[in-house]
Nanobody, 131 residues
């Protein structure tokens, strides 16, 4: 059974930092791309960042470049960990953040940015940034 479980969300003030974690298990994700998306109330879900588990290449939305960093750990006991370090948080970063896994073009450098390209999703973790 595939599971993606996010953690690390919370309520912070503008300018603070948070680190989100995603634990992916239930299959071999080695060739996958892992992404972070977010959805604010009344808005569509949007791409935040993505990383290739095999090569480690990354991609970011313009709105978070220079502030957010996506990273991953090598799999341990078939659990793959992906992180999103969020610095200099702004009120407009307030959203539910989702971790997702894409099997599109495995072991390539392609990093999907559309949510329809991702097969597995976590339940989300709330991030609230107060001004």
């Amino acid at each position: 059974q595939v599971q993606l479980v996010e953690s690390g969300g919370g309520l912070v003030q503008a300018g603070d930092s948070l680190r989100l974690s995603c634990a992916a298990s239930g299959r071999t994700f080695a060739g996958y791309a892992m992404g972070w998306f977010r959805q604010a109330p009344g808005r569509d879900r949007e791409f935040v960042a993505a990383i290739r588990l095999a090569g480690g290449n990354t991609n970011y939305a313009d709105s978070v470049k220079g502030r957010f960093t996506i990273s991953r750990d090598n799999a341990k006991n078939t659990v793959y960990m992906v992180y999103l370090q969020m610095n200099i948080l702004k009120p407009e970063d307030t959203a539910v953040y989702y971790c997702a896994a894409s099997s599109k073009l495995p072991y390539s450098v392609y990093l999907p940015k559309e949510d329809r390209e991702y097969k597995y999703w976590g339940q989300g973790t709330q991030v609230t940034v107060s001004s």
